[in-house]
């Protein structure tokens, strides 16, 4: 936003969600069936396991992710697949506009 002058210039911008950034550390959350990236990640059964950690710091971790990616107006959320672009529709960025825009190949 430029506000040097008078008049505000508002911009858009585009996420590509690549990774789970939806969850408070976990990468594997499908493996041990656990939805609670959807409302608050806690008690995480893999916080031991990669990305590995000494304490269970899912939920501060989570609530951080939150605060930052839902902190911008005017974004939209592009995946590379429908799968990754479904998780984030359960996700605390559902309330962005989210595109699919599959990778290229050549």
Known sequence: MNCRTNTCIQRSMKFRLYGLCIT???LHFTMVKC?????G??????YKAYPSSLYDNTK???QLKKK?????KNMTIVT??????GLA???YLKQYPIEVINNGMS
Do not use: H, I, N
Not at 41 to 46: A, D, I, K, N
């Open 24 to 26: 408070g550390q976990c």
């Open 35 to 39: 939805d609670k990236w959807k409302t």
């Open 41 to 46: 990640c806690y008690g995480c059964p893999q």
């Open 60 to 62: 501060r971790m989570r």
């Open 68 to 72: 930052w990616f839902t902190g911008v």
């Open 80 to 85: 590379p697949s429908e799968w990754l672009a």
């Open 89 to 91: 529709r359960e996700s």
